[in-house]
């Protein structure tokens, strides 16, 4: 591909990559019940002990687990950087402006689906985004788009004013042995071509321990966040162990990154 960002360029590779722990699921969990357990104040301030770096939270249209109590509570009472997950709707900007969390994630929402199901078309949808990253953005919250890891939506991220984005690794994580390189290069080749372009690059989706490894050695990626599979081995092991799980797996495959870019100097 000869688009600009692919070849050969200075990388300097962060040795910490921040990991923002997701925390719908300590919400599904508390809402099977209707009452208050378990806590998602309680989860938040695992988070930072535990080796997090922020807290992720969806609102979602339907509040099917975060709701807006939640997301009160956890920029009152919780230090670490909040990003909010939602939906671009009016709705949910006023939200955003009304409790200034430190950074918001705009995801495509489907009521239906189970889980966010693919990127969001931000080509297609640019005229209705734009204006409301521009509010975003004049609150000083750090707007990042949750897409899929191709070029046109790169490039149609920087041109709606966003300073981030967080590319969707569902494909990668569900992919065969057979298609898994294929899908890790177009991580690779994305990640590259957005910090080519001065925007800030995230990932998440469906990372596990199992296969956080070569997304988290990609130097240009600066943050993942990861929710699902925390929650369920916290079943198993204890939150703070999930999560001290994921950050160790994440911490050694990113050392490995800084020794070779280093290596290449
Ligand atoms: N990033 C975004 C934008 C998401 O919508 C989700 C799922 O809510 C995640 C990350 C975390 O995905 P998972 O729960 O599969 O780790």
Do not use: W
């Not at 709705?91 to 199901?117: D, F, G, K, Q």
């Amino acid at each position: 591909m000869s688009r600009p960002g692919f070849g050969p360029q200075k990388i300097l590779v962060s040795t910490h990559l921040r990991l923002g722990v997701n925390i719908d699921h300590v919400a599904t969990l508390r809402n099977a019940r209707g009452g208050r357990e378990p806590d998602t104040i309680r989860a938040a301030a695992i988070v930072g002990r535990a080796g997090g770096d922020s807290i992720t939270a969806h609102l979602r249209e339907d509040r099917r687990h975060i709701t807006d109590d939640d997301i009160k509570r956890l920029k009152a009472e919780i230090d670490l950087p909040l990003n909010m997950e939602m939906a671009a709707t009016d709705e949910m900007v006023a939200i955003a402006i009304a409790n200034r969390p430190h950074a918001v994630c705009i995801v495509p929402e489907r009521r239906a689906e189970l889980t966010t199901e693919g990127g969001l078309d931000v080509v297609s949808a640019a005229a209705a985004l734009s204006p409301r990253i521009a509010k975003l953005n004049a609150a000083g919250i750090q707007v990042a788009l949750f897409v899929d890891p191709d070029p046109a939506q790169v490039e149609a991220t920087k041109k709606s004013g966003a300073p981030a984005l967080e590319f969707h690794t569902g494909e990668y994580c569900n992919a065969s042995e057979r298609t898994r390189a294929k899908e890790l290069k177009r991580l690779e080749e994305a990640s590259a071509y957005a910090a080519s372009l001065g925007l800030e690059v995230h990932a998440g989706h469906g990372l596990t321990v199992a296969n956080v490894g070569p997304v988290a050695r990609i130097p240009h990626i600066v943050e993942l966040n990861i929710g699902h599979t925390i929650v369920a081995e916290a079943v198993f092991i204890g939150f703070e162990a999930a999560i001290h799980g994921m950050r160790t797996a994440m911490d050694r495959a990113r050392a490995s990154t800084a020794s070779r870019v280093e290596a290449r100097r």
